[in-house]
């Protein structure tokens, strides 16, 4: 059924639940690949050094913390996880994935730390679902 699941996760709450319910799912339905996602956004091209050396390591500290974190809460699963950060546009990113690996179903919150921009015309959660290529199981 879901032999193959992916879970995109940013810290939040919501990305903090969506970690949670794919552990669960993972061990309910004995997928055999788990792929936890940290995507961000790269530094806009207006900064320079020596402050972009700096961004850049900020916001690679903080991917590694939020993954580290997801995998907390993922647990202990008989399933391969395979952690990955990737530096992008984050719903690009994660519909990448999913068509690299053949994912079978994506786990990530309805809400996260985006723009308010995408709060209020439609968020990461909502672009990934509008262009999927499997499930979309968007949590709370």
Do not use: W
Not at 4 to 22: E, F, K, R, T, Y
Request: net charge negative.
């Amino acid at each position: 059924m879901f032999d193959v699941i992916l879970v995109a996760v940013d810290g939040s709450q919501h990305g903090q639940h969506a970690a949670q319910i794919a552990g669960d799912l993972a061990r309910a339905v004995q997928a055999t690949e788990l792929y936890v996602v940290v995507a961000y956004e790269p530094v806009p091209g207006y900064v320079k050094e020596p402050n972009l050396s700096e961004a850049i390591a900020t916001r690679r500290a903080e991917a590694q913390q939020i993954l580290q974190q997801a995998l907390d809460i993922v647990g202990h699963l008989p399933a391969k996880i395979d952690p990955q950060i990737i530096e992008g546009a984050i719903a690009e990113a994660i519909l990448n994935i999913a068509n690299e690996r053949k994912c079978d179903v994506i786990v990530m919150g309805s809400r996260g730390f985006g723009r308010l921009e995408d709060a209020l015309l439609g968020s990461n959660s909502q672009k990934v679902a509008n262009h999927a290529p499997c499930p979309v199981l968007i949590v709370r």
